[in-house]
């Protein structure tokens, strides 16, 4: 193998560039920042949405991206940019794209079969596990600790004295026992929680899951549990699995969170459960229409956390996806498969 000439096509810190230079000596690592948008925020991958190149630039950024064999985000960081990347580098074989959902994208860039042979492409798919796992407990404690009612004292300076439950001893139940998933069950498992997964593939154990169940059982489950966090991505098989009918089974007094994607819930059913009080609160960072319209119930509701789908966003989110690319760059050199591969089959 020859020089294999290595684009990254995002906003990237100059520390991350040099670590993905150090991988082989076989790699040609092209990085001109002056051509990507400035980062909106740290770890920001589509870049200001005022950034304009110039005529000279464009023409700049075209042919680094048309020499690429591999590409380290896509342009844009949107489906539109996907396509032309893919189209424009005709000897392109591997993209690492930089979220976890980019078989979404991957999905709505609408490549030729043709084109889904000859780039392989990987998606961020488990490095997000820790801020959305974090994330997803504190919202199991801000209902479980009485959050919103300490906001409407706090607001009307009220001093009751009352006492709250507690996570310890409660059931939790965890819908895509992936990276997500698992970690999430770990931070659980700390707090005393009981946990019980629901996964496609039922065999073998997972730590801190004392349980696992197939998508089947899904209804049944509910009903038996204090709390549920869905982690699942978009798929035909995921979309609406969170139906009414599993809504409305749903042990009463329940906290609901979701953290993978808005259209695996029914979100009807879960604001009509939301308005009735039959669940204690819910915690949201996706949704079925983002951004959440202005008209959406869920705005106003006080037992409702809205988080605008930057639950995953961390400052130490460059750092975990280039740790990814790394070990798949060795994996590219070796001809071996690489990890989180999407699966065009499923997109995902």
Not at 34 to 39: A, I, R, T, W
Not at 110 to 130: C, K, N, W, Y
Not at 219 to 237: G, K, N
């Amino acid at each position: 193998m020859g020089r294999v000439p290595v684009v990254i096509a995002t906003p990237l810190e100059p520390e991350l560039v040099e670590r993905v230079r150090a991988v082989d000596d076989r790699l040609d690592v092209r990085f001109e920042a002056e051509l990507l948008p400035p980062p909106r925020y740290p770890s920001d991958h589509r870049g200001a949405d005022d950034f304009r190149r110039t005529a000279a630039e464009d023409a700049r950024f075209s042919a680094l991206v048309a020499g690429a064999e591999v590409l380290y985000g896509i342009p844009g960081d949107l489906p539109e940019g996907l396509a032309w990347a893919v189209r424009t580098a005709p000897h392109l074989r591997f993209l690492q794209a930089t979220a976890a959902g980019a078989g979404q994208q991957v999905r709505a860039a609408q490549l030729t079969p043709e084109e889904l042979e000859r780039v392989a492409i990987s998606s961020a798919a488990g490095v997000h596990a820790v801020p959305l796992a974090e994330w997803s407990i504190l919202g199991l404690l801000a209902f479980t600790k009485g959050l919103p009612r300490l906001r409407r004292d706090s607001d009307a300076r009220r001093w009751p004295h009352y006492p709250v439950d507690e996570l310890r001893g409660k059931t939790l139940l965890v819908v895509g026992v992936g990276a997500i998933g698992a970690e999430t069950a770990r931070l659980a498992s700390a707090f005393g929680m009981r946990v019980v997964g629901v996964k496609r593939d039922v065999h073998g154990d997972i730590p801190h899951v004392d349980s696992l169940h197939p998508p089947e059982e899904l209804p049944e489950l509910v009903a038996h549990v204090d709390a549920v966090v869905i982690t699942l991505p978009l798929t035909d098989e995921t979309r609406g699995l969170v139906d009414r009918a599993t809504i409305e089974r749903i042990r009463d007094g329940a906290i609901f969170v979701n953290v993978g994607r808005g259209a695996v819930v029914d979100e009807e059913a879960l604001i009509d459960a939301l308005q009735s009080g039959k669940l204690a609160g819910a915690v949201l960072d996706v949704f079925a229409e983002e951004p959440l319209p202005d008209s959406s119930p869920l705005w106003q509701l006080d037992n409702v956390i809205v988080s605008p789908h930057t639950a995953a966003l961390s400052w130490h989110e460059n750092e975990r996806i280039v740790e990814l690319f790394v070990e798949n760059l060795r994996r590219y050199l070796r001809g071996e498969q690489l990890l989180s591969r999407v699966r065009t089959s499923v997109f995902y």
